[in-house]
Nanobody, 120 residues
Framework: QVQLVESGGGTVQPGGSLRLSCTVS????????MGWYREAPGKEREWVAG???????TYSDSVKGRFTISRDNAKNAVYLQMNMLETEDTAVYYC??????????????WGPGTQVTVSS
């Protein structure tokens, strides 16, 4: 059974930074494309970033240039470095597998997520 645990969220001012972590168990981690997702108040859950087993990364337009996704296959972990945070980034952030535009059909059961609040 796949288990996902996110951490690293918190409250920061606009322009600040946070680094999120996600630990995955129950899979052969290194061969899975991983991603970060977020769900803001009143909005549907959206894809934020993805990374292949070898480290090739992609980003949504809303975070490109500000966020960096990375992974450590030896630790079964994926990270999201968030810089230049904006109030619009406020959301609960989740990790999961990423399989392109139809990602919602393929994700594993969601973990608890971690809250990111950007406020002045």
């Amino acid at each position: 059974q796949v288990q996902l645990v996110e951490s690293g969220g918190g409250t920061v001012q606009p322009g600040g930074s946070l680094r999120l972590s996600c630990t995955v168990s129950g899979i052969i981690f290194s061969i899975n494309v991983m991603g970060w997702y977020r769900e803001a108040p009143g909005k549907e859950r959206e894809w934020v970033a993805g990374i292949t087993g070898r480290g090739a990364a992609t980003y949504s337009d809303s975070v490109k240039g500000r966020f960096t996704i990375s992974r450590d296959n030896a630790k079964n972990a994926v990270y999201l470095q968030m810089n230049m945070l904006e109030t619009e980034d406020t959301a609960v952030y989740y990790c999961n597998t990423y399989q392109g535009s139809n990602w919602n059909r393929f994700v594993w059961p969601w973990g608890p997520g971690t809250q990111v609040t950007v406020s002045s």
